[in-house]
């Protein structure tokens, strides 16, 4: 048995960065687009102003919007970023897509037929029906987001209330979620629960705070999340000058912790995970579907506020992989639908657990995306990654030319 060790980092608050001035945050937000190489000539107009950042032009896809602004998001001196962007209109047929659509979401939720369903419009993407879980709800949702020709997806699905939690063990489960994630504070905000239906109501000081304090409210028993009354209100409160002090948490509190932790994340499957911990140090053991689901798993554990130490014997369980042949014609499938990836040439190979991508894309984001599909199949273990960046432009491949900025997973 493999075993990964892990050392998280403690931090302390109560340190406040310099403000960064206008232009030089709009130049690294420039800068690392330009290292991704999906943000080329003029569809972007960045705008920055006292830490805001306005994102407006038009995107590929919503995908390339999501990852554009979770970029943007990750950098230094951003309080807040205002989403502007409109999503090119495409020639695909609504009935191009719901063909796509009956094939990735069955894919994405591992079933031949889908408990949920959908309907398209001109390009917009409405699911409805029941989902089994919050995890699964989200899975389908970016599983439809990464069609070609999508311009917006409405998620109606209903979680299946299976749990047996009453609203007030949903409550408790709430206040351990917001007390765990130092990002968000919900000092301005009223957390309700009526009939497993978490209602966040009141104002945080940007997007990035809205969609952390909307994904810690998916917790176990909640059946869906109603943030249609949090308003974002920059420079409601100094950015990153809350008091939080350092965490200090028994074995039991961390374990807790974890286990919510776990169950949030879409990319992970907790049932088939064991957390042991002692004095701050944790053990995962157990099984996961895929080697992305173990990376998922083993970084939700190391980013986890109190942890000493992470130590991981997870292993990928056999049972969830597939024949060589239907997972190589499953990834091929997601390639060829996906509204990034569809234009590239990747060579797909799979064999005992073992996916090979060869070929060429033109940016790291794309070869970043046929990454994480392959990480992501079950039974996957290890990913070959051969894929070669055709640089569209030289500025671009010379800006790339800084390492290990972000990881592939």
């Known amino acids: 048995m493999t075993k990964t060790i892990i050392y998280s980092l403690i931090l302390f608050a109560g340190l406040t960065a310099p403000a960064i001035a206008s232009e030089d945050l709009k130049e690294a937000i420039d800068q690392t687009f330009a290292e991704e190489g999906f943000a080329e000539g003029s569809n972007y107009k960045i705008e920055t102003s006292d830490g805001v950042v306005t994102l407006s032009g038009y995107a590929d896809s919503l995908v390339s919007r999501r990852y554009a602004i979770e970029l943007v998001q990750t950098l230094s001196g951003v309080k807040a970023v205002i989403d502007r962007l409109i999503i090119k209109e495409s020639s695909r047929s609504d009935e191009e897509i719901t063909d796509d659509l009956v094939t990735t979401l069955a894919v994405a939720a591992g079933v031949d037929k889908l408990p949920s369903r959908f309907k398209v419009n001109d390009g917009v993407v409405t699911l409805t029906g029941s989902a089994s879980s919050l995890r699964m709800r989200e899975v389908l949702e970016r599983a439809a987001e990464s069609i070609r020709g999508v311009r917006s997806v409405t998620n109606m699905l209903k979680v299946e209330r299976n749990s047996k939690l009453n609203d007030a063990e949903i409550q408790q489960f709430l206040n351990l979620a917001f007390a765990d994630d130092a990002w968000i504070d919900e000092d301005f905000v009223k957390i ?11 104002a945080v000081d940007s997007g990035f705070e809205k969609q952390r304090m909307i994904s810690s409210a998916q917790v176990t028993g909640a059946r869906t999340v109603n943030a249609d009354d949090l308003e974002v209100s920059p420079g409601l409160r100094p950015a990153m000058s809350r008091p939080h002090p350092p965490f200090f948490r028994s074995d039991s509190e961390l374990k807790a912790a974890l286990e919510l932790a776990l169950q949030k994340d879409h990319r992970v499957r907790a049932d088939g995970i064991e957390i042991n911990v002692a004095d701050g140090d944790i053990t995962l053991t157990g099984t996961v579907p895929s080697i992305g689901a173990k990376a998922s798993a ?112």
């Open 192 to 202: 309700s629960v009526n009939d497993g239906i978490v209602t966040l109501v009141g």
């Open 298 to 409: 083993e970084s939700d554990a190391i980013n986890l506020p109190g942890a000493e130490s992470v130590s991981s014997f997870l292993t990928v369980s056999l049972n969830t992989r597939t024949s060589d042949e239907v997972t190589k014609q499953n990834l091929e499938l997601l390639l060829k639908n996906h509204a990034v990836l569809s234009e590239e040439s990747i060579e797909v190979s799979s064999e005992n657990g073992t996916i090979t991508l060869k070929g060429s894309v033109e940016s790291k984001f794309a070869r970043r995306m046929a990454v994480r599909l392959a990480a992501f199949m079950p039974g996957t273990q290890v990913v070959k990654n051969m894929l070669r960046v055709e640089w569209q432009t030289e500025t671009a491949a010379l800006r790339s030319l800084n390492p290990g900025r972000y990881i592939e997973l």
